[in-house]
């Protein structure tokens, strides 16, 4: 079954560095735009970064922009997210997203509807 399970979430102190990793199984991402968001409770989900199938082109909201870098692995069927000078504000429950539309991946990424959807994985920023 299709299916996206991250990884690499924990507890960091300000200023550190953590790398999320998203697997997919049942489907390959080749063809999909592919994201990662955010949400803190009570709050609205945040976009933080995508890549867009069609061209490649990446977006990264403006709140984590030259911090966190977007990846993907074709071979390995992988989506990353290194996340590098983390800030409290960044503690979040962060989510992998891939779309069969290869054009979903812009500055409005928070309001498209993904297909896919992994569990999460919680980030906590404290000292």
């Known amino acids: 079954q299709v299916q996206l399970v991250e990884s690499g979430g924990g507890l960091v102190q300000p200023g550190g560095s953590l790398r999320l990793s998203c697997a997919a199984s049942?489907?390959?991402?080749?063809?999909?735009?592919v994201g990662w968001f955010r949400q803190v409770p009570g709050q609205d989900r945040e976009g933080v970064s995508c890549?867009?199938?069609?061209?490649?082109?990446?977006y990264y909201a403006e709140s984590i922009k030259g911090r966190f870098t977007i990846s993907r692995d074709y071979v390995e069927n992988m989506i990353y997210l290194e996340m590098n000078s983390l800030k409290p504000e960044d503690t979040a429950v962060y989510y992998c997203?891939?779309?069969?539309?290869?054009?979903?991946?812009?500055?409005?990424?928070?309001?498209?509807?993904?297909?896919?959807w992994g569990q999460g994985t919680q980030v906590t920023v404290s000292s």
């Open positions: 997203a891939a779309d069969s539309l290869r054009h979903h991946c812009s500055s409005s990424v928070a309001t498209y509807t993904y297909e896919y």
């Open positions: 049942g489907f390959t991402l080749d063809d999909y735009s």
């Open positions: 890549i867009r199938a069609a061209n490649g082109a990446t």
